[in-house]
């Protein structure tokens, strides 16, 4: 592993060299690519079964309403076969936390007694086909009278979401450490501001999916679910339904997407398993479309920050006073709570920063519209942005460059464990070599220089944005505590297996929506056991195939489910290595395995196969070595206890229109402290891929709401996710510092998002000026603002 | 109602409702379930195939629409003897994919840009890729899949769509 910073090496290429001398490092070809690239990738929208039939359902146009009847004798008399509320009104979801303020609310499987939001599910109708089955839609007949809704976190309702909470607040927490009122008195600058974040939703490419089959013989349950948390999803459907687990299989195959979005249990999954229950042996399929992915899967991101921040005169950051609204929407998110955004937000507000005097309150708060969940960054691309802000205005105030306010406060590397005020650790501490690194690749002299000609000759006028953050990732039993749910998600096992033939199997918990985990946990089998990559087969997102996996989630798995894989083939390796040991009557410690060869250390050729080793293992029990069991595989679980922050530091010079009002990336630089990358191509893939993501959310994506609960961004037309013709080349370098785990790796999906908005408001602030308050930094917003 | 049509060079004959869509049509009834549906409205691009060599979406058509066409899907693009065409591989060489699910809409609009814009520079590639959303890439691995598929394709990759085979079968010569 290098200690060298790496910038923007050219990772282009797929390095097929890589079999053999370790495959780690290396950009090893994919193993999902083949299918997906040759139109053979398996999703759950192509599951196909015999005797199949689909499912489509009724949604609320509601935002608010009680439901007052339901007429279904129409569809039933057209040979429909239906389900509504009143069938699974015995079950509900209910989000699980002890935290003290918790308010636990239920969602029904299918609206009943009133819904919600506009969307939400009221009824289910099978039928042969998707067509014939919105055929029956129309034949339903849902009785509604609406109530008041609210929609906006901070407005006091008039009509209570839940009768449990009256001030639709479900939970509400104050992070406390120092004495904020007093420090704040005696500060040389105080900035205060009330920020809003837009309204985002994840929107994989694929959308929600499931096919659900009841199997009568073995009392045994089926679900093909396109899911992040495959092993989640059986525990608790079994829960739900009062079935033993080992009768609940949940197979997650290829899945389109889902930053977050697929990590929660919906009631739509429920209703489907329920509704195979009652048909037993007849396949029931949906596949839910965009508008109905729009409408009902989860949201993110609608937050309020009053923030009040702390600064003397040299701009050290002395404390900070916050409130944070959370917008969680209709329901508390099964099974992660509407605790998810509020908590991660006050957890992580201070980020990469020093801060002693920190005082905090967030909460959630139920509105009529869409629930909150996971989505990728949870909660801070809102809070960087809020604390970012605060660094702007208060080098603005007390004229310091605002790069240098930055480089005064963040921890380094000499603060590591850094402690922060909401008692996470901070172990990377690399920011300030990120920034030098970032700002070196943006050429910040340069960039400064140009935008001083600029304003001198009045051309369109530039700014740089910056954001540092920190990223937590791969979350042990530690820091996995803080919702309190009543389960923790720090552990994930594996299981490898060397087969008769010297090919080795994994079994791993680990899910995989893109992020490549077949290769890389091949990978570190492979290099672990010591054969070579092509002869690693990886399965994942089984429930009867792998032990136990929490899933995606957190940037955990490289963390976590690697260390499993790594971990265990460690033990296969030993295991090998005692039985060749045996059988060449060698000592141990003179063995070593390198492509599939076990070689006698000093000899230049193999003196035994792996192959060979386990056809003794498995067929030739004659042969084993007194004291060794027949058979070559282990299984163990890993949990680092901790978690593993990665550092990252974002920059851009923006371009700003003064005639549309739009924002022109002229160039956009990531550095992290990834730790070390195990497929470069992959770890870049990340990044960029967050940040466009965080892009998005920044200048056009807002799921917008009228005053009557109806979502008015229900297309893709008007949900604007950014294309080829948006997202600009972003240079992304590295400072990989190897983190205190098997693989020394840190998690990198989510890092990438907590940036974009924070830069772009900065950057415009930078250019021209003005207070950015409030996003997304749309063209009309920005235009707005330039018309004064 | 009864329509014929090529896809990837083979006969289909289909009985069809006349509001099934195109994309339904050639999922469910042909099984080529590589064209994918991401928004069903249009936007997304997932299921771009070629008509008569021209990309569409599949999702905004009815399956009666192409009576008498020739569809191309990602199915044919890879050569009988397994070979990738050139785009399929310059995308796995450039980690132009990660969860793959636009990746068959990508790949068929690829696929149309180098034919009719063999020269497109970096600026027209990002502007012809435009009609297609990747959410999980940041687009810049697919602008260089694109880029590098256009150096290492020395041939068309469509050849006259009404003989057999319109795709896939031809390679650059080492």
Same mark, same amino acid.
């Given at each position: 592993m290098s200690e060298d910073t790496v910038m923007a090496e050219d990772s282009v290429g797929v390095d097929d060299t890589a079999a053999g001398a370790g495959s780690l490092g290396r950009n090893v070809r994919r193993k999902e690519d083949q299918r997906l690239i040759t139109g053979h990738g398996r999703f759950v929208t192509d599951v196909e079964l015999p005797r199949m039939r689909h499912v489509a359902f009724l949604r609320s146009p509601y935002g608010h309403a009680r439901i007052t009847g339901a007429d279904t004798a129409a569809a039933r008399d057209a040979g429909f076969r239906v389900f509504t509320g009143a069938d699974f009104a015995h079950i509900e979801l209910r989000a699980q936390s002890a935290l003290p303020s918790y308010v636990e609310t239920a969602q029904p499987v299918l609206a009943h007694q009133k819904v919600r939001f506009a969307g939400e599910a009221v009824a289910a109708v099978v039928a042969a086909d998707r067509y014939r089955a919105e055929d029956g839609l129309e034949l339903v007949e849902i009785d509604y009278e609406p109530l008041a809704p609210t929609v906006c976190a901070w407005e006091a309702p008039s009509e209570p979401v839940h009768v449990e909470a009256p001030d639709n607040v479900l939970l509400e927490r104050t992070f406390d450490a120092g004495d904020v009122d007093d420090v704040l008195a005696s500060a040389a600058v105080v900035v205060e501001r009330e920020l809003t974040t837009n309204r985002h939703a994840g929107n994989p490419m694929e959308c929600r999916a499931g096919v659900a089959v009841w199997d009568a013989a073995d009392g045994k349950l089926t679900f093909w679910n396109g899911t992040q948390v495959p092993h989640i999803a059986r525990n608790m459907i079994a829960e739900l339904m009062g079935l033993p687990e080992g009768r609940v299989r949940v197979i997650a195959p290829d899945v389109g997407g889902g930053f977050g979005v697929k990590s929660v249990l919906y009631p739509e999954d429920l209703a489907l398993c329920l509704m195979a229950r009652e048909m037993p042996g007849i396949p029931l399929k949906w596949v839910e479309d965009r508008a109905e992915h729009l409408l009902a899967a989860t949201h993110a991101r609608d937050h309020r920050y009053l923030m009040k921040a702390g600064f003397d005169a040299e701009g050290t950051l002395l404390a900070v006073d916050a409130d944070v609204t959370c917008n969680v929407g209709a329901y508390s998110v099964y099974p992660w709570t509407a605790g998810i955004e509020p908590l991660m937000a006050g957890g992580l507000l201070s980020g990469p920063y020093k801060l002693e005097n920190y005082r905090c309150t967030v909460r959630g708060v139920a509105t009529n519209t869409a629930p909150s969940g996971p989505y990728r960054g949870v909660a801070r691309p809102a809070s960087v942005f809020a604390m970012e802000t605060m660094f702007d205005a208060a080098a603005a105030q007390l004229g310091i460059d605002a790069i240098e306010i930055r480089r005064r406060n963040v921890i380094t590397p000499a603060d590591i464990p850094y402690k922060m005020p909401s008692r996470l650790v901070d172990d990377s501490g690399h920011y300030r070599e990120c920034l030098d690194k970032a700002l070196e690749a943006l050429d910040y002299d340069g960039v400064r220089a140009e935008q001083r000609r600029r304003r001198e000759s009045g051309e369109s006028p530039i700014g740089i944005g910056v954001a540092i953050y920190n990223e937590l990732t791969g979350l042990g039993r530690a820091a996995s505590?803080?919702?309190?749910?009543?389960?923790?998600?720090?552990h994930d096992a594996c299981t490898v297996r060397v087969n008769p033939d010297g090919r080795v199997t994994v079994l791993s918990g680990v899910t995989s929506q893109g992020q490549g985990l077949e290769t890389t946990v091949a990978q570190i089998v492979a290099d672990a056991v010591g054969v070579r990559y092509d002869d690693v087969d990886v399965r994942i997102g089984d429930t009867d195939e792998s032990l136990w996996g929490f899933g995606a989630f957190s940037s955990r798995q490289a963390v976590i489910g690697g260390g499993a894989a790594h971990n265990t083939a460690v033990e296969v390796r030993k295991k090998i290595i005692t039985l060749a040991a045996g059988l060449m009557e060698a000592a141990e410690a003179d063995l070593r395995i390198e492509d599939g060869d076990v070689y006698v250390v000093g000899e230049p050729k193999p003196y035994i196969t792996v192959a060979e080793v386990a056809r003794v293992a498995y067929l030739e029990s004659n042969r084993l070595p007194d004291g060794i069991d027949p058979g070559l595989d282990a299984t163990t679980f890993y949990d680092p206890i901790r978690g593993a922050f990665a550092a990252g530091v974002q920059v851009a010079a923006v371009e700003i229109d003064r005639a549309t009002g739009e924002l022109r990336i002229l160039s956009y630089v990531c550095v992290e402290?990834?730790?070390?990358?195990?497929?470069p191509q992959i770890v870049d893939g990340q990044i960029a891929g967050a940040i466009a993501q965080g892009l998005g959310g920044a200048l056009y994506e807002h799921l917008v709401y009228d005053d009557a609960g109806n979502l008015s961004t229900g297309t893709l037309l008007d949900y604007l996710m950014p294309t080829s013709a948006e997202v600009p080349d972003m240079v992304i370098g590295h400072v990989s510092r190897p983190a205190s785990n098997p693989l020394g790796v840190r998690g990198v999906?989510?890092?990438?998002?907590?940036g974009p908005n924070a830069v772009l408001a900065g950057a415009l602030r930078d250019a021209l000026g003005i207070d950015v308050d409030e996003l997304p930094v749309s063209p009309d917003r920005v235009w707005k603002e330039l018309q004064g | 109602m009864k329509i014929s049509f090529s896809v990837n060079g083979e006969r289909a004959d289909l009985d069809v409702e006349p509001r099934r869509t195109l994309a339904d049509a050639l999922r469910?009834?042909?099984? !080529?379930?590589?064209? @994918?549906?991401?928004?069903? @409205?249009?936007?997304?691009?997932?299921c771009t195939i070629l008509i008569d060599g021209e990309p569409a979406r599949a999702c905004l058509m009815f399956a009666v629409q192409v009576d008498g066409a020739s569809v191309s899907t990602v199915e044919g693009l890879q050569g009988t003897d397994g070979e990738l065409h050139p785009v399929q591989e310059a995308f796995v060489a450039c980690h132009g !994919?990660?969860?793959?699910?636009?990746t068959p809409g990508m790949l068929m609009s690829a696929c149309h840009l180098l034919d009719t814009k063999p020269d497109a520079d970096r600026e027209t590639i990002r502007a012809e890729m435009s009609g297609n959303i990747c959410?999980?890439?940041?687009?810049q691995s697919i602008v260089d899949a694109v880029e590098r598929a256009r150096e290492g394709m020395c041939v068309p990759a469509v050849r006259d769509s009404n003989t057999a085979a319109p795709w896939g079968a031809t390679f650059p010569e080492e």
């Open positions: 505590a803080g919702p309190r749910m009543p389960f923790r998600t720090g402290d990834a730790g070390r990358a195990m497929h999906g989510e890092g990438g998002t907590l | 469910d009834d042909c099984g !080529l379930t590589g064209t @994918h549906l991401g928004c069903e @409205h249009g936007v997304c691009g997932a !994919l990660q969860c793959g699910f636009c959410r999980c890439t940041g687009y």
